[in-house]
């Protein structure tokens, strides 16, 4: 369902300053991309990728920037469970390498090592989980 002109420039003041077939065609995009408009929280979601796009920001695309936009939102590596395994992963490297360069200054040696060994392992088991994750969504 898309919504009219009237309601959409109600919704976003700033897209009354475009030609009512520039709001239109950007309203043809955004549908054709498998969005749907919410007329009670007014903005367009999309079931398959679980994300909304709120009314306020719809003056900064045009139908192209929104299809670049949509592409990198599409993309299964940049949305969810990817994402979030790779932050971690340079979390914990960072992690490491702070511990190694300072962790023996203020940690007794022994504790130090299992603390590397340990922080290594999370490393490792982050990494595995990522590449795991990444295959399933090839797949």
Same mark, same amino acid.
């Given at each position: 369902?898309?919504?009219?002109?009237?309601?959409? /420039?109600?919704? =976003?003041? *700033?897209?009354? =300053?475009?030609?009512? #077939?520039?709001?239109?065609?950007?309203?043809? $995009?955004? $549908?054709?991309? !498998?969005?749907?408009?919410?007329?009670?929280?007014? %903005?367009? %979601? =999309?079931?398959?990728? !679980? @994300?909304? $796009?709120? /009314?306020?920001?719809?003056?900064?695309?045009?139908? #192209?920037?929104?299809?670049? &936009?949509?592409?990198?939102?599409? =993309?299964? #590596? %940049? /949305?969810? $469970? &990817? *994402?979030? &395994? %790779?932050?971690?992963?340079? *979390?914990?490297?960072?992690?490491?390498?702070?511990?190694?360069?300072? !962790?023996?200054?203020?940690?007794?040696?022994?504790?130090?090592?299992?603390?590397?060994?340990?922080? !290594?392992?999370?490393?490792?088991?982050?990494?595995?989980?990522?590449? @795991?994750?990444? #295959?399933?969504?090839?797949?």
């Amino acid at each position: 369902m898309k919504p009219s002109y009237e309601e959409i /420039t109600e919704a =976003n003041p *700033r897209l009354k =300053n475009r030609s009512k #077939e520039d709001v239109e065609k950007l309203l043809d $995009v955004i $549908v054709g991309k !498998g969005y749907s408009w919410d007329d009670q929280k007014k %903005y367009f %979601y =999309n079931e398959k990728l !679980g @994300m909304h $796009v709120r /009314t306020q920001g719809l003056d900064l695309f045009d139908p #192209e920037k929104f299809e670049k &936009a949509f592409k990198k939102w599409s =993309n299964p #590596e %940049y /949305t969810g $469970v &990817a *994402r979030t &395994a %790779y932050k971690w992963v340079s *979390r914990l490297l960072i992690i490491f390498f702070l511990d190694l360069i300072l !962790g023996w200054l203020f940690i007794p040696i022994k504790i130090w090592i299992a603390s590397l060994i340990f922080i !290594g392992i999370l490393i490792s088991l982050k990494k595995d989980s990522f590449k @795991m994750i990444r #295959e399933k969504i090839k797949s």
